[in-house]
């Protein structure tokens, strides 16, 4: 038998490899359906972030029914942080913001934007501890429960990308 011939029984004549190829069904990999949480986690991801942009946008503008809510000491270290400390959070809600919905419409490109959203959300934090932050408990729990979130949410979209359900 020659090498890409096929024979088949009851034929007249031998197939070529192509003819052959035509006959065969086309194997298609199995699809991974997205799990019944991913439109959840990514819209509750959404409006965590749209808290986020909110915050961003309060402190910039010195929105004064919120900024004032907030500790004289605290208020007034928000409002002489370095412009490259806000560019980080701007950098870091967007982003989260870009991969809740990436998230919902199931495109790897989440990965990309939670990562980018989980490091700068990290350096933002970190440059505003090492440049003396008030000693003030709700800064830093809600400062460890931002990374937390960040973190959690990204290797919810690794995981959901490994087994094909991001494209």
């Known amino acids: 038998m020659a090498t890409g011939v096929c024979y088949f029984y ?19 990999k199995h699809e ?10 990514g819209a509750v991801a959404g409006v965590w972030s ?11 503008t010195r929105f004064a029914p919120y900024m004032n809510q907030m500790p004289d000491l605290t208020r007034e270290f928000i ?14 809600v967007f982003a989260a913001l870009a991969g809740a919905v990436f998230l919902i ?12 959203s989980t490091t700068a959300t990290i350096l933002g934090i970190g440059f ?23 973190v959690l949410l990204l290797y919810y979209a690794q995981t959901w990308a490994k087994h094909g359900v991001l494209k």
């Open 128 to 150: 505003t501890f090492a440049d003396g932050a008030p000693d003030d408990g709700t800064i830093h729990a809600v400062s460890v429960f931002t990374i937390a979130v960040s």
């Open 105 to 116: 419409r199931k495109r790897l490109t989440a990965v990309r934007m939670l990562a980018l």
């Open 10 to 28: 009851h034929m007249d004549r031998d197939l070529d490899f192509e003819e052959v190829t035509a006959l065969i069904p086309v194997v298609q």
């Open 79 to 92: 409002y002489e942080l370095p412009v490259w400390v806000l560019a980080l959070r701007g950098i870091a």
């Open 50 to 60: 749209l808290l986020g942009v909110f915050d961003l946008m309060a402190m910039v």
């Open 32 to 41: 991974r359906k997205a799990p019944w949480h991913l439109a959840l986690i």
